[in-house]
């Protein structure tokens, strides 16, 4: 397992696994641990996030470029793609249901670029921390929060990627999920043998709480209220 997405309202989600020959989409019923439909998809998937209006957004990366491939929420069925200069290293869908936010590596910079599902063009880029892990856009789409590999949480401008807030936590940096409130940050730091899930109190940018996180945790989504994070784990055996 590498990624996944948050719940709908109907308790569905897609996950994306696999191995780096072959790799598909999972749509998962969320209530009775089913398996709904199983899609192929480029063996170069690296991320995936699903919009409000129902379109999955899948982030691709080889050694010299990268994507964002778009798929229907439903089915799976691919819809078109927009190619990005550098490997995608996450992606996350904004609120209005037509953004998406892909975080790519190019040389010592990494890069949030801001893409329009309708139109397919970027839109913005933002220059970011140089070892991110993780992104997600804040509610109203005005910044971002990036996640870097050292715990550390940038929230930086959407115009223009200048910082606006900083959060230190202690755990090494794996992912990142906004509540739906947009009041709490949940991240996933830690060792892959004993990681955990800071609870950050975005009002204050304190962390209120630390909570155990299962062995070979790789991704954390929003649940449908503050109180629910869903915790994907992966494993090489």
């Known amino acids: 397992l590498i990624a996944g997405t948050p719940p709908t309202s109907d308790d569905r989600a897609w996950s994306l696994a696999g191995t780096p020959t072959v790799k598909t989409l999972t749509q998962l019923d ?9 899609v192929p998809v480029s063996a170069s998937a690296t991320s995936v996030a699903l919009s409000v209006s129902g379109v999955i957004g899948l982030g691709l990366g080889t050694n010299r470029s990268g994507a964002i491939e778009f798929h229907n929420g439903t089915t799976g069925a691919p819809l078109s793609s927009t190619p990005l200069a550098e490997p995608v290293i996450d992606v996350a869908a904004g609120a209005d249901g ?6 790519y590596a190019k040389g010592r910079v990494n890069t949030v670029a801001v893409i329009n599902q309708e139109s397919g063009l970027v839109e913005a880029t933002l220059p970011v921390l140089t070892n991110a892990v993780a992104i997600v856009p804040t509610p109203d789409q005005q910044a ?4 870097s590999g050292s715990g550390i949480v940038d929230e930086v401008s959407a115009s223009d990627g200048h910082r606006l807030a900083e959060i230190s936590l202690i755990a090494a940096g794996v ?9 709490t940050l949940f991240v996933l730091g830690g060792s892959s043998s004993a990681p955990s899930i800071s609870i950050v109190d975005l009002a204050t940018d304190a962390q209120q709480a630390v909570i155990p996180a299962a062995a070979d945790s790789v991704a954390i989504a929003p649940g449908l209220d503050d109180d629910h994070v869903y915790d ?3 494993s090489s055996t």
């Open 144 to 147: 971002v929060y990036v996640l």
């Open 98 to 103: 037509t953004t998406f936010s892909a975080l």
């Open 30 to 38: 969320l209530r009775t641990g089913k398996q709904l439909g199983i």
């Open 232 to 234: 994907y784990v992966g």
């Open 175 to 183: 992912d990142l999920a906004l509540a739906p409130s947009g009041k």
